[in-house]
């Protein structure tokens, strides 16, 4: 049973380029976290969504960023126009539902 | 100061003596979550106390929790060189999604293991 998959691992973006992250929750599992690390940081809540749903956007930020979760396919986090403030680590966690959070490996994004 | 903080920051021990990390929180919690980071890694769930909990126990991982103080702590014994990594607490609110996935994690402590 694989674990929670995050591609890609390491993502390499110029300022105004978009980025896409990817994630796929482990099989069974319909919730979905992302979250964001800064150097030196602990993890700070993005997004939370359930298949073609989001559910609580608290954590991201009003401009730029979208998540989404659909119904076929893994779960996108886009960031449009990066600059280098988004560098940092996103990391996704799966779960069923009130049980505890399975994370990934995470992507660490570069923005030169 | 923000919610989940972690106490020290550092830590660094010998093989075998145990390590005692803290955390302090702000608000009201649902419950409390120690989870694990090794370099460049995501994070490993260790253990979780709900709020009316004060004492919970997972093989070498002691929690406690005491909601007065708003604080719990992390006991390892026994330490071996492979807990090197950097351990976060994690709360989760009363007025989250679902009490387990939206959280607040602190700033971690790095715990260095020499053999």
């Known amino acids: 049973n694989a674990g929670v998959m995050q591609n890609p691992r390491h993502l390499v973006r110029r300022r105004g380029q978009e980025a896409r992250l990817r994630c796929s929750p482990m099989k069974g599992h319909s919730h979905v976290y992302w979250y964001r690390q800064l150097p030196e940081e602990g993890l700070k809540f993005m997004v939370y969504?359930?298949?073609?749903?989001?559910?609580?956007e608290s954590g991201m930020p009003k401009e730029r960023f979208s998540a989404e979760f659909p119904k076929e396919g893994p779960s996108i986090l886009r960031i449009q126009q990066v600059v280098r403030g988004d560098s940092a680590a996103y990391f996704c966690?799966?779960?069923?539902?009130?049980?505890?959070?399975?994370f990934g490996s995470g992507t660490q994004l570069s923005v030169l | 100061s923000q919610q989940g903080e972690e106490d020290p920051q550092a830590l660094s021990i010998q093989e075998g003596e145990n390590a005692t990390m803290n955390c302090s929180y702000k608000?009201?919690?649902?419950?409390l979550q120690w989870y694990r980071q090794n370099s460049g890694r995501g994070l490993v769930h260790l253990i979780l106390?709900?709020?009316?909990?004060r004492e919970k126990h997972s093989g070498r991982l002691r929690v406690t929790l005491d909601t007065s103080k708003k604080s719990s702590s992390l006991l390892i014994t026994a330490s071996r060189a492979a807990d090197t990594a950097s351990y976060f607490c994690a709360t989760a609110t009363q007025d989250g999604g679902t009490s387990y996935g939206k959280l607040t994690f602190g700033q971690g402590t790095i715990l260095t293991v020499h053999p």
């Open positions: 608000t009201s919690i649902n419950n």
């Open positions: 969504l359930q298949k073609e749903n989001i559910i609580d």
């Open positions: 966690a799966s779960s069923r539902v009130d049980e505890k959070l399975f």
């Open positions: 106390i709900r709020s009316n909990e």
